[in-house]
């Protein structure tokens, strides 16, 4: 598109599924307690899907309803990037599910593996595409089904993940809004603190793994907070400085909720106001790539932001992976 400036947000969704598991669940299922979880993560419930419903369907409905609210046609997509590490099988791509179960005839499809910063990476990714002209209106996704990879003997891990999805419709502006900056970065030597081994092909899925529960997720779970806050202050500052802004100058930000302390040590880090800092955490527990378009939608729709804020994106996952943003909305 001509004079095209930048990919703004045309619309957002999300899915939710119904069912809820509550801390006093899980005092049923290990030896925990909802004092401890509460109290170490701020977790007090969890969303998850009843077994055998695919990720495709909540990334569909959440995709629907983005392209509902952008007022826009799901033929008028032209791409699809579903950041989850949780899809329906190994290929083909979730993405290519998705088209179909949403009709998006004239859209290429592909998943995204970043882990927590799947949405971030395919956010800055589809900002790039827009802004060269190369594609027209893309929906992004994060999504996940971590439920699926959690290992429910482990208290260490199974208290925290929960399932979801969100997305947002993108599409060009000549105007001064939209995607201001973005940061996105990766250290793969920090790869064994928090991974899934099996279901992959260095552990083939023998019996021996399967014994083991390797394709259940392993996190070393203080080392794990300890770099996340660094991480995402330093990709956070990135941002705001590309873009020439302050943090002060923020309406909301809206960092990756996979844990309440590491919310409150990063608003410490970037001193942010409570006003200015977004938590659903409590409700939704540690949903991975879907976390924060699932917080950007909620925050649309119940007025906590509106046209013209200046709103913040921040994450970090598994890789390690790490990203920002800084959006006027
Ligand atoms: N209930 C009761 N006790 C528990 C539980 C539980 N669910 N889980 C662990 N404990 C025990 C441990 O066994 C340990 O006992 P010990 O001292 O007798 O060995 C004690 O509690 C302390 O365990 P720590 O792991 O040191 O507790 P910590 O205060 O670090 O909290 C937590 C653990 C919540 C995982 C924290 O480290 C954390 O949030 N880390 C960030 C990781 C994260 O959020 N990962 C999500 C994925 S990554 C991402 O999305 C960015």
């Not at 990476?121 to 089904?145: C, K, N, P």
């Amino acid at each position: 598109m001509d004079n095209c400036k930048r990919a703004m947000i045309l619309g957002t969704g999300r899915a939710i599924p119904e069912k809820v598991l509550t801390n006093a669940d899980l005092e049923k299922m290990v030896d925990t307690n909802d004092a401890w979880i509460v109290e170490r993560s701020g977790i007090r419930t969890r969303h998850i899907v009843e077994p055998g419903t695919p990720l495709s369907s909540l990334a569909a409905e959440a995709g629907k309803k983005a392209l509902e609210d952008a007022g826009l046609s799901a033929k008028d997509v032209d791409l699809i990037i579903l950041g989850t590490v949780t899809g329906d099988m190994k290929f083909p791509a979730t993405a290519c599910f998705v088209q179909t179960l949403i009709g998006a005839d004239n859209a290429a499809a592909f998943d995204l593996s970043a882990a927590c910063s799947g949405f971030l990476y395919g956010l800055q990714l589809a900002d790039s595409l827009i802004r060269t002209g190369i594609h027209q209106r893309i929906l992004v996704i994060g999504g996940e089904i971590l439920t699926s990879m959690v290992n429910w003997e482990d208290r260490n891990t199974c208290v925290l993940f929960g399932d979801g999805a969100g997305a947002v419709v993108l599409g060009p502006t000549q105007q001064d809004r939209g995607i201001l900056a973005t940061d996105i970065g990766a250290n793969g030597n920090f790869s064994n603190l928090l991974y899934n081994p099996g279901c992959g092909s260095l552990n083939m899925p023998t019996p021996e793994n399967a014994r083991d529960k390797l394709h259940t997720l392993r996190m070393e779970g203080r080392e794990v907070f300890r770099h996340a806050v660094v991480c995402m202050s330093r990709t956070m500052k990135k941002s705001l400085k590309a873009s020439g802004l302050a943090t002060e100058d923020l309406e909301l930000v809206i960092s990756h909720q996979a844990n309440l302390r590491i919310i409150e040590a990063l608003g410490k880090r970037l001193k942010l106001t409570e006003k200015q800092t977004y938590v659903n955490v409590d409700r939704y527990g540690n949903t991975s790539a879907a976390s924060i378009p699932i917080a950007l939608d909620e925050a649309r729709r119940d007025g906590r932001v509106k046209e013209g804020d200046l709103v913040g994106l921040v994450t970090f996952g598994a890789g390690f992976t790490w990203g920002s943003s800084i959006i006027r909305l």
